[in-house]
Nanobody, 124 residues
Framework: QVQLVESGGGLVQAGDSLRLSCAAS????????MAWFRQAPGKEREFVAA????????EYADSVKGRFTISRDIAENRVYLQMDSLKPEDTAIYYC?????????????????WGQGTQVTVSS
């Protein structure tokens, strides 16, 4: 089993930055890929970013490419999402996810464990 706990969400203004953190416990952290998804009100959950098992490969949604950066700290069992130049359309609940595979994936169906989510609200 894997437990994921997100933190770092909040209310910010357009153009500001936020750093989300996801603390993982349970199985060997470095053995699986990690990702961030988000879900806005009335919309489906969508892929944001993913990082491979040892952090060598990353993948981003087009909507956040160049603004968001995903990273992981193997020693601390944490994965981060640095969000810069935030826009009102980035407003959503952000979820951390773990996949029992070393490679990244963009489909939520590929991920086995999920956190409870953290709210990010960007005002204009």
């Amino acid at each position: 089993q894997v437990q994921l706990v997100e933190s770092g969400g909040g209310l910010v203004q357009a153009g500001d930055s936020l750093r989300l953190s996801c603390a993982a416990s349970g199985r060997t952290f470095s053995s699986y890929a990690m990702a961030w998804f988000r879900q806005a009100p009335g919309k489906e959950r969508e892929f944001v970013a993913a990082v491979s098992w040892y952090g060598r490969n990353t993948e981003y949604a087009d909507s956040v490419k160049g603004r968001f950066t995903i990273s992981r700290d193997i020693a601390e069992n944490r994965v981060y999402l640095q969000m810069d130049s935030l826009k009102p359309e980035d407003t959503a609940i952000y979820y951390c996810a773990a996949r029992l595979s070393r490679a990244t994936a963009t489909s939520l169906l590929e991920y086995n464990y999920w956190g409870q989510g953290t709210q990010v609200t960007v005002s204009s």
